[in-house]
């Protein structure tokens, strides 16, 4: 049986706009993972009269509710009593989440005074299974009641998010007598319509495993999910699925359930001892800033330099003043002037240089926004690639980041390192 | 009268978790501005069914109902039709749209293929108001119908929040007979609670202009607003308030409804015709890529160094390796060093240097995660902050690189460098 879920996001925050439901997104996509079906988010205020006409409607249309947010220790926080009272349940005091809650604020909250508010957190319906709160005080909760099974998970996204990975995935697999594992699958240099275009057989032909390609931080990505008995059955399943995907799509795969493209790029340079810097400018800093995100990068990621300004790329990387006189500061010669600059003043055996438009607006030569030279010098030779990224600034930027990274990972993986498609 | 809006946002991609719902809260954030409440957020996917039952609840409980997405040329863009049809408007071919549409598809999508189907975006609910679309090719519309009004915008956030802001917040601003006119206050080195403290009386005691806080990008933030036969009325309704606020916060109140902390400071550097560079170690090179990320920055942002390897600090920002040893690699000394190196690398006037720990674990020195040192060195000397900024490896780079915008800031505007408030 196919069940269908609905989230109700609770916080008046969410209504005046202070913060965005991301809760809602992470949420989803765990859903999508379990194979349960959604058809509807709702958010509502701080309101108890409101949450109630939203479960109501919940009720009429989905078997599993999930609530997000409302369960912390002011009056305004009622998410637990409505719902018990929707749904004819009794609140009881739970010893055991107190003691809980008592620990947490001694160890944790040691400037904060706990009040008997904080109390209220450990009143939770009868019959309930509890879910723990690793990162807070407020512990959430499932309970079934007439063929409804209704799910409450605090709102900060700190707590929601692991809270729900760590207790609520597990209570809703039990739903269903078989397991579902899924991976992504992560593409770097292929447009939506051509990877779609390559596996649309495939996708349409496959019923389980399912393949589907889904969209994320501007890739293309695709997921594929099994449902068997066991996790090994799953495995043993979707092998031969992503054997496929890897060979339509060749070395444009970067990565199985890696994070980001910087992710794997920091992989493969622990794990080949190579160091790498960059030289950027139209990016500003961005191969930097995502870089230096992943905890440990210290290692393998010197550093770099953000030779935003022309002058600059002669002081500080060494680009000769004729050399961009001659060529032009968007240029090849340029980007691998400054990837072999920030190389040798860094003393790191890989270096990545950046230029290019990122606009709104065109330099005086008159180059089109969007264009960017991305190059990287190694011990062995240097290499560049010639991009056209079109308009928006905050795109171009990315993309050309992106790039780069991929330059590297093409060089550490010994593939050609100036090829990609689009 | 107070108007009631609820915002419905079509998209499958939103219930798969593929996006984030941007646009509610962008939205939310403006009808608030307005002074128009907020109760209920729903998400549907592209299906005409429960898209017609979301809408039938929405109508029960909201006088304006806002829409994103589900605008677009596909067979799976089904809002305007299912609006329509909720509300009996026939949908008629408006061929000043059509045309608009062919213009957009041969200036800006020329390597596109304009379809029949793209024509589809011209059929309009009859007797609507239009609402261009300056991003994309589907237009918006509103419409009236029951003592309801309907509001269709597109779903990219591109599209979207541009077209809220230069028709949706006209139209709606007219079915109030007052002006609603409001103002950001920004404000670095206050913790909110202390906001309040301050403030709690004023904010108690005004109804007309209100002011109150919120929380956005982890600044506190207060928003002043009046209601008005004027907008000239309503600024000098709200003047005093501001003062009383600077009066009551002093120089913490960094600007009035500019960006960010990084737009303040671009303004103050072209007013002033300073210029600016930085030296990152633990921020990795955030203060660079929020520098660049504002067009225009480089005629006055000249630039950055990440040294986030400890010899870079001396191979590029020539910081003595004596120093080092001696100080600390995180130490007031070399924050110091690095600011005076970057600004002597670049030619700049201002450099500022940051080196600290940003966790998750701290180094070899033992150093408690979250110490960081923020230099500032100028032609009239140099100044330091020590700062405690806690756990958290993104709150404490986003914070360490605030610190270092405020510095400059403060610089800029005479005031001392090295204050600051918690």
Same mark, same amino acid.
């Given at each position: 049986?196919?069940?269908?879920?609905?989230?109700?996001?609770? %916080?008046?925050?969410?209504?005046l706009?202070? !913060?965005? /439901?991301?809760?809602?997104?992470?949420?989803?996509?765990?859903?999508?993972?379990?194979?349960?079906?959604?058809?509807?988010?709702?958010?509502? %205020?701080?309101?108890?009269? @409101?949450?109630? #006409?939203?479960?109501?409607?919940?009720?009429?249309?989905?078997?599993?509710?999930?609530?997000?947010? $409302?369960?912390?220790?002011?009056?305004?926080?009622?998410?637990?009593?409505?719902?018990?009272?929707?749904?004819?349940?009794?609140?009881?005091?739970?010893?055991?989440?107190?003691?809980?809650?008592?620990?947490?604020?001694?160890?944790?909250?040691?400037?904060?005074?706990?009040?008997?508010?904080?109390?209220?957190? *450990?009143?939770?319906?009868?019959?309930?299974?509890?879910?723990? /709160?690793?990162?807070?005080?407020? &512990?959430?909760?499932?309970?079934?009641?007439?063929?409804?099974?209704?799910?409450?998970?605090?709102?900060?996204?700190?707590?929601?998010? &692991?809270?729900? =990975?760590?207790?609520?995935?597990?209570?809703?697999?039990?739903?269903?007598?078989?397991e579902?594992?899924?991976? /992504?699958?992560?593409?770097?240099?292929?447009?939506?319509?051509?990877?779609?275009?390559?596996?649309?057989?495939?996708?349409? =032909?496959?019923?389980?495993?399912?393949?589907?390609?889904?969209a994320?931080?501007?890739?293309?990505?695709? =997921?594929?999910?099994?449902?068997?008995? +066991?996790?090994s059955?799953?495995?043993?399943?979707?092998? &031969?699925?992503?054997?496929?995907?890897? *060979?339509?799509?060749?070395?444009?795969?970067?990565? !199985?359930?890696?994070?980001?493209?910087?992710?794997?790029?920091?992989?493969?340079?622990?794990?080949?001892?190579v160091?790498?810097?960059?030289?950027?400018?139209?990016?500003?800093?961005?191969?930097?800033?995502?870089?230096?995100?992943?905890?440990?990068? +210290?290692?393998?990621?010197?550093?770099?330099?953000?030779?935003?300004?022309?002058s600059?790329?002669?002081?500080?990387?060494?680009?000769?003043?004729?050399? !961009?006189?001659?060529?032009?500061?968007?240029? @090849?010669?340029?980007?691998?002037?400054?990837?072999?600059?920030?190389?040798?003043?860094?003393? #790191?055996?890989?270096?990545?240089?950046?230029?290019?438009?990122? %606009?709104? +607006?065109s330099?005086?030569?008159?180059? &089109?926004?969007?264009?960017?030279?991305?190059?990287l010098?190694?011990?062995?030779?240097?290499?560049? @690639?010639?991009?056209?990224?079109?308009? $928006?600034?905050? @795109?171009?930027?990315? #993309?050309?980041? /992106?790039?780069?990274?991929?330059?590297?990972?093409?060089?550490l993986?010994?593939?050609?390192?100036?090829?990609?498609?689009?």
């Open positions: 049986m196919t069940h269908t879920a609905e989230i109700i996001s609770v %916080g008046t925050e969410l209504l706009g202070n !913060i965005v /439901n991301s809760d809602a997104m992470d949420i989803s996509q765990m859903l999508s993972e379990l194979g349960i079906n959604v058809y509807f988010h709702t958010v509502v %205020g701080d309101n108890p009269e @409101r949450l109630k #006409s939203a479960v109501a409607v919940a009720k009429s249309r989905a078997d599993i509710i999930i609530t997000t947010g $409302g369960l912390g220790p002011t009056c305004d926080d009622l998410t637990k009593q409505t719902l018990a009272e929707a749904f004819g349940k009794k609140l009881i005091f739970d010893e055991h989440e107190a003691q809980a809650i008592r620990e947490y604020f001694e160890k944790r909250l040691r400037s904060h005074q706990m009040t008997d508010n904080n109390y209220q957190q *450990a009143l939770l319906p009868e019959g309930c299974v509890v879910f723990h /709160n690793d990162n807070g005080t407020a &512990p959430g909760c499932a309970f079934e009641a007439g063929g409804v099974h209704v799910l409450m998970l605090p709102g900060p996204p700190v707590e929601c998010v &692991p809270m729900f =990975r760590a207790c609520a995935m597990p209570y809703l697999r039990k739903l269903s007598e078989l579902i594992v899924s991976h /992504n699958i992560h593409i770097f240099g292929l447009g939506e319509s051509f990877v779609e275009d390559k596996l649309r057989d495939t996708m349409l =032909r496959l019923q389980n495993p399912t393949l589907a390609p889904y994320k931080s501007g890739e293309v990505r695709l =997921r594929v999910t099994a449902r068997a008995k +066991s996790d059955e799953a495995e043993a399943m979707m092998a &031969p699925v992503i054997a496929e995907v890897r *060979a339509k799509l060749g070395n444009c795969v970067y990565g !199985i359930d890696t994070d980001t493209l910087e992710n794997t790029v920091l992989g493969l340079l622990r794990e080949k001892g160091t790498l810097a960059s030289a950027e400018s139209c990016t500003g800093g961005l191969v930097s800033k995502r870089m230096t995100d992943l905890s440990g990068a +210290s290692e393998v990621y010197l550093g770099g330099a953000v030779t935003y300004a022309v600059s790329k002669t002081a500080i990387l060494g680009v000769s003043a004729e050399l !961009i006189e001659e060529k032009g500061v968007v240029s @090849r010669e340029v980007a691998l002037a400054m990837a072999s600059g920030v190389r040798e003043r860094f003393g #790191s055996n890989l270096g990545v240089g950046i230029t290019g438009i990122a %606009g709104p +607006s330099d005086d030569s008159g180059t &089109p926004v969007g264009t960017v030279f991305v190059a010098s190694a011990p062995e030779g240097t290499y560049a @690639r010639h991009l056209h990224l079109g308009q $928006g600034r905050e @795109r171009v930027r990315i #993309s050309a980041a /992106n790039h780069a990274l991929d330059m590297v990972r093409r060089y993986t010994g593939l050609p390192v100036e090829e990609w498609e689009k």
